[in-house]
């Protein structure tokens, strides 16, 4: 289901221009926001002269109206449909001691009508509200163009790509993530640094892998947690072939780390695979995590927080699932082509068909009958968007990197779930990765959310991202 955003509006003003513009521009960007399917907390024509903001006693009504709100806005939007008062617009924002992503609009004048009674000047004025922001150390965010008028495609779009980055700051903020078992020891690459997770606002929840099994254990075959959750997996994904013991053990496997993640408020979730699950409890977990992002819990394996941070970040801008994959082999001698893998918990998003099987790398290992579970299928061809997030502790920072390509319809003879990538400079890239010594596990969604998770990342979580172009 699809989140309702809620935008807290400040209407700019200054009297020295023709104020009726103020009085219009509120009235049609009201106007727009409601066709656009956002609620809005503004200031009321019987609160402020005109709905606006211009004085400082108007700034401090607006702040407060704001507070009493605080857990709806999610953003603020500014609009200037004339030069607006700058240090009204910087008051109230400050007054109401939201931490969310505010973005600057501004109305263009029509070069027809520049006369005193219709000039606007919010072209200026814009500049004038940034520089008053930037002082006062609120971060904020612009439209493609400087200026850009409210009822046109062009800010529309302005609006799908600020409610994006809005749903990532808000999605982050109190984030609490599910550490389920230990990080695999042949696994260095995965490890990260709580602590600096911690001061961006995000904490870890840990549970062993031995609690897990004994929770399992505890849950009998009619339990009704049991029962529901083994419905849910045949209902998934075709099970033909696979065992029914195989079967009954996701289902409570599932139905326990369900009750677990409710219980202790966490959203997404990282989880021990290899090969613990395999050889003391008898099945991979791949079809739980599936079935988790799908539902937009994301859910990654070989107990990667930063990635399922990142697979995260692109279900949040797009409202579609995500999955972690391996930047795994090259595609024969083209250099801007990749094949990514993983063996699998793709959400079924990602799929043009997909059954269940078992996993053909472990079960050589550990037998084939202790590898039922994972998620096979080829992944379908479409837009794609990617990020990693990684905790750097010697510079004690959040960085990441992020960019935009295609899934393709390359034909590939492989198991598990597996799609061939095309990214523009690919080679550039990947250079990139292996300079600056990222993990070979990549955050994909089927998007163009670059740039929204981008902007969140950058300016309001304040992490260090390369755009990759």
Not at 222 to 236: E, F, G, H
Not at 324 to 335: E, F, I, K, V
Request: hydrophobic share 40%; aromatic share 8%; charged share 25%.
């Amino acid at each position: 289901m699809k989140k309702q955003l809620t935008f807290g509006l400040i209407v700019g003003n200054r009297g020295f221009f023709p104020d009726h513009l103020a009085k219009e521009g509120r009235e049609e960007m009201l106007g727009v926001l409601e066709k656009a399917g956002i609620k809005v907390i503004a200031l009321t024509p019987e609160q402020s002269k005109y709905g606006a903001v211009e004085t400082h006693e108007e700034a401090r009504r607006c702040g407060e109206l704001f507070r009493k709100h605080r857990d709806e806005i999610d953003g603020i939007l500014v609009t200037l449909p004339n030069f607006g008062d700058e240090r009204g617009i910087a008051d109230a924002i400050r007054l109401s001691t939201l931490k969310v992503p505010v973005l600057i609009q501004a109305t263009p004048d029509r070069k027809d009508i520049m006369k005193i009674s219709h000039r606007r000047d919010s072209f200026c004025g814009k500049m004038s509200a940034c520089n008053n922001l930037m002082q006062y150390g609120i971060p904020y965010s612009l439209t493609k163009s400087h200026t850009v008028q409210p009822d046109s495609d062009e800010f529309r779009r302005d609006l799908e790509w600020f409610s994006a980055v809005c749903r990532v700051v808000d999605g982050f903020s109190n984030l609490r993530i599910g550490a389920i078992g230990a990080r695999p020891a042949a696994f260095n690459t995965v490890r990260y640094s709580e602590r600096l997770l911690e001061r961006s606002g995000i904490s870890v929840e840990t549970l062993d892998l031995s609690e897990v099994m004994g929770r399992v254990a505890r849950l009998k075959d009619n339990d009704d947690a049991t029962q529901a959750k083994l419905a849910a997996i045949n209902s998934y994904v075709a099970t033909k072939g696979i065992p029914q013991e195989a079967l009954m053990k996701m289902a409570k496997l599932g139905a326990v780390i369900d009750t677990w993640m409710q219980q202790t408020h966490c959203t997404v979730s990282a989880i021990q695979c290899w090969t613990s699950m395999e050889e003391y409890f008898g099945v991979v977990p791949c079809t739980v995590m599936s079935m988790m992002s799908e539902n937009l819990f994301s859910s990654a394996c070989e107990t990667d927080v930063a990635g399922t941070l990142s697979m995260y970040a692109l279900a949040l801008a797009s409202e579609t699932p995500s999955a972690l994959l391996d930047w795994n082999n090259n595609y024969g001698d083209d250099p801007d082509k990749a094949v990514c893998f993983h063996c699998s918990n793709l959400p079924k998003h990602f799929f043009a068909d997909v059954v269940m099987d078992f996993q053909e790398i472990i079960a050589g290992t550990v037998g084939k009958e202790n590898t039922f579970g994972t998620c096979v299928g080829r992944v379908k061809a479409g837009a794609m968007s990617y990020v990693r997030f990684s905790t750097d502790d010697y510079h004690g920072k959040i960085r990441g990197y992020i960019g935009e390509g295609e899934f393709t319809n390359d034909p590939l003879e492989t198991f598990g779930g597996a799609g061939v990538v095309k990214i523009p400079n690919l080679q550039k890239l990947l250079h990139y990765i292996c300079e600056t010594g990222f993990e070979h596990h990549v955050a994909a969604n089927f998007s163009k959310v670059a740039s929204p998770v981008y902007e969140a990342a950058v300016r309001y979580l304040g992490w260090e991202m390369h755009l990759h172009a």
